[in-house]
């Protein structure tokens, strides 16, 4: 993708009435002494919108450990009180993302609950087994290239079914296709143990594998993402949501 496109791609103005907020928030003094990338992880951790500037003052670290703390803020029941209506409102002129997050559908690892972000924080592309095909790849691309996302988290989780699918070699409909995806994972996982769906720890060891793969494949078959991994301007960063602790592991 050529920078003129990513230009073109581009999302519209910041909405001035975040600046307003964030100034009677912190006030000039502070804004000035804090600098803008600790400024944007203040505007975050406080449950407010990235304005573009304080996005792109962020580093793909510094997104990062903003992900781990509201993790943190899940596991332990300090999430914030987010106002979606305000964030809604703040939003309606562009959007300003810090990451994209590739997860599972599982109706227990919803992204943007277990890392406490609002509307406007991350771009999320969901589908079972968090696998990376082309159309998949097409959006992450825009997150990042286009958009300006400096972060791509890949999450797996515990006891995922499209892993135990997988496994078992389960065919039905359009499903079939999708684990065959994943199948690669479940041989390519070095384990001593039953090699079963109803061993958990198994299952879970390919989880781990299938988010790596993941990770492979979006650096091998993404020419655009690989290139700005290799300039710095975005991480890649695989995951493991843990469905009993409610913790995130970086793997
Ligand atoms: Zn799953």
Known sequence: MSERSVRRCSVADPDPRRRTLLRSLLGVSVTATLGGALLAATQLARGQTLTREQRDQLTPEQVLALLKRGNERFRTGQMHPHDYLAQKRATLGGQYPAAAILSCIDSRAPAEIILDTGIGDTFNARVAGNIANDDLLGSLEFACAASGAKLILVMGHTACGAIKGAIDGVQLGHLTELLERIKPAVGATAYSGERSSKNAAFVDAVAGTNVRRTI???????????????????????????LKGGRVELL
């Not at 492979?216 to 843990?242: C, F, P, W």
Request: proline share 0%; aromatic share 4%.
């Open 216 to 242: 492979e494949q979006i650096r091998v078959q993404s020419s655009v993402l690989a290139g700005l991994e290799q300039d710095g301007k975005i991480r890649i960063v695989g995951s493991m949501y843990h």
